[in-house]
């Protein structure tokens, strides 16, 4: 079964500093994972995706995420940090034998002036 | 392009109701899914449609339902309304029926107060 951790439910950094966003992910196959942003009062944006192409994923807004077979990992990486950031951050893996996406519990990234 | 459009917003119900949620997809987009997220977690998977018919399923019970028109547009409907269903309903659209390589588009959501 698929199944994706988010290991931080809480992340604070200061501006301009570099976001780390850990997530690990279960797949019994090659799996399809996804990192999606949510504001507060805003729909759902997809930031990157992996889909068994490139390991190292650029997203918008100056995010990457890297694939790490070995380790299963998804982490979402962003060199330096801005106000605008702010926001809930989830990882996602896609179950296509179930067509569902499975979410995990989220991150909030908290930025310090 | 319009993007996924949700309505209501937000709506109050008392337990033992019934509620229809609407959802307009993206021009283009013939498959829809909806998601419940309780305040604090992510998003959890009830069902997709794609052409008109529901061709996946999260652990839900049968009082979630739903039905797709032939726009695209769908309603979840959820009878028997209980405390623990109050919680943001999303809902996103695309093309296609898997994950893997179609971007979901997502609408703002209906927030659900059970009283």
């Known amino acids: 079964a698929q199944s994706v951790t988010q290991l931080d439910s809480h992340v604070s950094v200061s501006e301009g500093t570099p976001v780390l966003l850990r997530c690990n992910y279960s797949?019994?196959?090659?799996?399809?994972l996804f990192w999606y942003v949510q504001h507060p009062n805003k729909g759902l944006q997809l930031l990157l995706k992996y889909t068994s192409a490139a390991t190292l994923v650029k997203g918008i807004n100056g995010f990457e995420a890297e694939f790490k077979k070995s380790e299963t990992s998804f982490h979402l990486t962003k060199p330096s940090a801005h106000m605008s950031d702010a926001a809930e951050y989830f990882c996602v893996v896609s179950d296509d034998l179930n067509y569902q996406l499975i979410w995990g519990a989220g991150t909030k990234l908290i930025i310090k002036p | 392009e319009t993007g996924v459009t949700q309505s209501p917003t937000h709506l109050i119900k008392t337990r033992g109701q019934q509620v229809t949620l609407r959802c307009s997809s993206q021009s283009g987009h013939n498959t829809v899914s909806w998601y419940q997220q309780a305040l604090g977690q992510g998003p959890q998977f009830i069902f997709q449609y794609y052409r008109e018919e529901e061709n996946g399923r999260g652990n839900f019970p049968p009082r979630f339902s739903g039905l797709q028109f032939p726009n695209y547009s769908s309603e979840l409907n959820v009878n028997a309304l209980e405390l623990d269903d109050s919680a943001l309903y999303l809902c996103?659209?695309?093309?296609?029926?898997?994950?893997?390589?179609?971007?979901?588009?997502f609408g703002p959501g209906t927030r659900l107060t059970v009283l």
């Open positions: 996103a659209s695309r093309t296609g029926t898997s994950g893997s390589y179609n971007e979901q588009f």
């Open positions: 797949s019994s196959y090659s799996p399809s």
